[in-house]
């Protein structure tokens, strides 16, 4: 397993630092220059993000995060709370940047029916937003990495989402069931939690905690084999918050025996890159 090496995963690592002191911090950095908006509908949380400057010099000035309790496994399942808790940090990045975002761009996960993936439009316009980019979330998780050939790996609370890409382009895009929240049941089977206690419990106690969820992480491992079985040769690139449990990387890159890469933060890896998508 490897977490850095390259001048391009060290300035992805840097990105990724700075997204998540503005996501703890309550200061707002300056909205100077262009700004990029993305929001990621995610099971476990919705997460905005404001993005300042160009390409080469990308500051986020704004990361807020909050539990809808809206998604399922990445689907939109009660429209009117996931509209009202986009439109509650719409409005909190406004107050703290001083200017109206009017354009976003958000994700869905892939392969869901085309309904789906407009729901997710619609829930921005309903928050808001006037003109909304769509992408996928595995896409948008390689707009961070800048993966050219290897595999992006997005596990969330939900889903494992799993994207190959060669010579920087999209050659195949799967998904399945399974993620942190299937750890979280995992592991409040084990020591006898509820489900709340249980993902409290998993990340103050990675340590204890990891044994228990070694068959559960190597059911995703399993997953992401049957989604890359054309694509064995390449490393995995872990996005996602599930696999940020400490050793999380290294049950998966033993138990498949190949290269896997993991990054600090892999929670906000997709949302950045949805940021990055919007037009
Ligand atoms: N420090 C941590 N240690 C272990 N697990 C963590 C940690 N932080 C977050 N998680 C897990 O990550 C999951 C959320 O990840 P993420 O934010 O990527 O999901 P999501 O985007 O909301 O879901 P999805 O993409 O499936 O719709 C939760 O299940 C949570 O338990
Ligand atoms: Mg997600």
Redesign the pocket.
């Given at each position: 397993m490897r977490s850095n090496g390259t001048a391009l995963v060290s300035g992805v690592e840097d990105l990724l630092h700075r997204a998540a002191e503005r996501l703890d911090s309550a200061e707002p950095g300056d909205a100077v220059g262009p700004l990029q908006v993305g929001v990621?509908?995610?099971?476990?949380?919705c997460?905005l993000t404001v993005l300042a400057g160009p390409d080469d010099d990308l500051r986020p000035v704004w990361v807020g995060r909050e539990s809808s309790g809206a998604?399922r496994?990445?689907v939109v399942v009660d429209f009117a709370r996931a509209a009202a808790t986009i439109g509650r940090l719409k409005q909190a990045a406004e107050d703290a940047l001083g200017v109206t975002l009017e354009a976003t761009a958000t994700a869905y996960?892939p392969c869901v029916p085309l309904a789906d993936a407009r729901a997710c439009r619609f829930v921005c316009e309903a928050a808001g937003f006037d003109r909304v980019d769509l992408v996928d979330?595995v896409t948008a998780a390689q707009r961070t990495l800048q993966v050219v050939d290897g595999v992006v790996v997005?596990?969330?609370?939900?889903?494992t989402?799993v994207g190959v890409f060669r010579r920087g382009e999209l050659v195949a895009l799967d998904d399945r069931p399974g993620?942190?929240?299937h750890?979280?049941l995992v592991l409040a089977g084990a020591l006898g939690l509820s489900l709340s206690d249980a993902?409290a419990h998993?990340?103050t106690h990675?340590r204890q905690s990891l044994p228990i969820l070694v068959p559960g992480l190597q059911r995703i491992a399993e997953n992401v084999r049957a989604l890359t079985v054309e694509a064995a040769d390449l490393p995995l690139h872990l996005?996602?918050?599930?696999l940020?449990?400490d050793g999380a990387g290294a049950v998966l890159s033993t138990y498949l025996e190949r290269t896997v890469v993991t990054y600090p933060h892999?929670?906000l890896i997709?949302p950045l890159g949805i940021a990055r998508s919007a037009s």
């Open positions: 990621d509908l995610g099971t476990a949380s997460v998604l496994d990445g996960p979330e997005d596990v969330g609370g939900g889903s989402g993620g942190g929240h750890l979280d993902e998993k990340r990675p996005a996602g918050g599930a940020m449990i892999a929670l997709t």
